[in-house]
């Protein structure tokens, strides 16, 4: 677990992304910048979730955090356009734009959370006409994403974060991508002492995202972001105990690698714990990188909130004590086709009893897992495994265990230890496991 946790919202604005569309149409992938619900990143999402949890105490930890979100940026020449518009090389379309993006995200386990965020867009569009300038504000699209850890190897994590987001930006002030879109990132990062590498890779879809811009009298080319390669990479350093920076890298390609549909930001941020392992603020500044002049600058403020459900700390350690002295087959006994227990298993449970009471408070649930020997049908083996795993559990409930510590779960004969013919052989498939759950 990450000693000093920085609590960080950093994303830029709907047209963070967009940056110069030359000749530019309306499609300006309004939804799919980059927002990061990671706590100790900036604008790439990291694939560790194990750091949503968090001491407070020496035996005391946040779980299952809700993550609240909240950022302002302004950016100029946000879009511009190449054609010429009078008589010069490029003029911008969208001269400034102010946004505000609120977020939350629920972790459920150290394997997988949600987020939903919207954006608030104040525009400033460039108007032919003299002293016609336009100040407009819009809802841009709601983004929906999830995030699932495929690996956690010490200071490795891979993860998937797949995403939708939905049309309600407005087509008039250039904030959506006029469809529902979809996509997924491949997400790996590695932990260091103080620092932390990071990236993404992934691919996104959107059926309209390419339309014509008439907002300028005159043709205006299209540009195509229909299917999109995303990238991004970074680093974070925490030089001290409330105090951090990242450095990121990011943007994204369309399928025919157009220069103006490529563009990559750069950007620095730093971060401050207000409330240590709570509350913490962030502010930067960034810039389309590899571009000639009026290419797009942002400045942006914002800060993070995490607050979930206190839980008792474990450490690796205590877990596979807990493990080592609950997780074991018991051999409870059954009569043939009966989830009746046995007067000669009682001995057995009340034994497993004794041992559960003295560490049921560094569990979140136990596990019962019922399973048959492979007579009978695949379908009343099932039934049977699940009610011979139920009386299990409710014998326990009798003896004082608390309900919500417990589940049951049948097998049927998926799972046989023995194929063998014999009775002793059925005897031995005939079995109740014990798997212990710390999430």
């Known amino acids: 677990m990450i000693k000093y946790l920085t609590l960080l919202l950093f994303c830029n604005s709907v047209f963070s992304q967009a940056h110069s569309f030359g000749l530019v149409d ?11 619900f990671s706590p100790n990143t900036a ?31 302004f950016s100029r020449n946000s879009i511009n356009a190449d054609a010429p518009l009078a008589n010069v090389d490029e003029e911008p379309l969208v001269k400034e734009n102010q946004s505000l993006r609120i977020g939350a995200q629920k972790t459920f386990s150290r394997k997988w959370a949600i987020n939903l965020s919207i954006p608030f867009h104040r525009v400033l569009l460039n108007d032919p006409a003299p002293g016609k300038d336009k100040r407009e504000t819009s809802i841009g699209d709601i983004d929906l994403a999830a995030k699932y850890s495929l690996k956690k190897s010490g200071d490795l994590s891979i993860a998937l974060r797949p995403f939708i987001s939905l049309p309600t930006g407005s087509e008039v002030y250039i904030t959506t991508d006029r469809s529902v879109g979809f996509g997924v990132d491949g997400l790996i990062s590695r932990r260091f002492k103080k620092s932390k590498v990071y990236g993404s890779l992934g691919v996104a879809f959107n059926p309209k995202a390419i339309m014509d811009f008439n907002y300028y009298t005159g043709h205006v080319s299209t540009v195509d972001h229909k299917l999109q390669l995303r990238f991004g990479a970074g680093y974070a ?24 549909a490529s563009p990559i930001q750069t950007q620095l941020s730093f971060k401050y714990d207000l409330l240590p392992k709570r509350l913490g ?28 459900r206190t839980n008792k700390y474990l450490s690796d350690e205590r877990k596979e004590t807990v493990k080592e002295s609950l997780e074991l087959r018991l051999q409870v006994n059954f009569d043939r086709d009966k989830d009746l227990i046995r007067p000669d298993s009682h001995q057995k449970l009340d034994e497993f009893y004794n041992k559960l009471v003295l560490y049921i408070d560094d569990i979140e649930f136990l596990n019962i897992e019922g399973h048959t020997d492979s007579r009978n049908s695949d379908s009343y083996n099932q039934d049977l495994s699940e009610r011979r795993a139920k009386v299990v559990k409710e014998y326990l409930i009798k003896k004082g265990i608390d309900r919500s510590k417990l589940k049951s779960i049948g097998f049927g004969e998926s799972k046989l230890l023995n194929r063998g013919n014999q009775e002793s052989d059925h005897a031995e498939n005939r079995r109740v496991e014990i798997k212990v759950d710390f999430e």
């Not at 309306?26 to 990061?36: A, D, K, L, V």
């Open 26 to 36: 309306g499609s300006i992938n309004s939804s799919r910048y980059r927002f990061s």
């Open 43 to 73: 604008t790439v999402e990291d694939a560790d979730l194990s750091n949503t949890s968090f001491l407070v105490s020496e035996n005391t930890e946040i779980r299952n955090n809700w993550v609240l979100l909240f950022n302002y940026d």
């Open 237 to 260: 350093y925490d030089f001290l105990n409330a105090l951090g920076l990242n450095l990121e890298v990011y943007g994204k390609f369309n399928s025919k690698f157009e220069r103006y």
């Open 281 to 308: 603020l962030f502010g930067g500044f960034g810039f389309e990188g590899f571009k000639p002049s009026k290419n797009e600058k942002t400045i942006f403020v914002g800060g993070k909130l995490l607050f979930g």
